[in-house]
């Protein structure tokens, strides 16, 4: 599967954000789908994550409350509502395919990546 991630850019903080992240290639509802992010200097870390017929989503403790992650397995398409974010919630944000609906909090269980997209919130 191929993911191409979109929908980055400069916000300032309180506001929203929603990235997009399209798959193509195999079937969309075989995987997992993940959100990850690397902020400046530091190692990538688990944002979000939703199951493959969407039913189940995962959140870190930093943005529960204020990201949601949903699919359209019609559209072969994940999303990622970011509001209320805040200057920490800077980062390159990575989407992720996993075959599986389990280990979904960790990067290296994932079989595709998709390219990152920036996220500045100022403040």
């Known amino acids: 599967v191929q993911l191409q991630a979109s929908g980055g850019g400069l916000v300032q903080a309180g506001g929203p954000l929603r990235l997009s992240c399209a798959a193509s290639g195999r079937a969309f509802t075989n995987y997992s789908m993940g959100w990850f992010r690397r902020p400046p200097g530091k190692e990538r870390e688990f944002v979000a994550a939703v199951t493959r017929n969407g039913g189940t989503t995962y959140y870190a403790d930093s943005v529960k409350g204020r990201f949601t992650t949903s699919r359209d397995n019609g559209k072969n398409t994940v999303y990622l509502q970011m509001n209320s974010l805040k200057p920490e919630d800077t980062a390159v944000y990575f989407c992720?395919?996993?075959?599986?609906?389990?280990?979904?909090?960790?990067?290296?269980?994932?079989?595709?990546w998709g390219q990152g997209t920036l996220v500045t919130v100022s403040s």
């Open positions: 992720g395919a996993r075959s599986s609906g389990v280990n979904l909090h960790y990067s290296r269980y994932y079989n595709a």
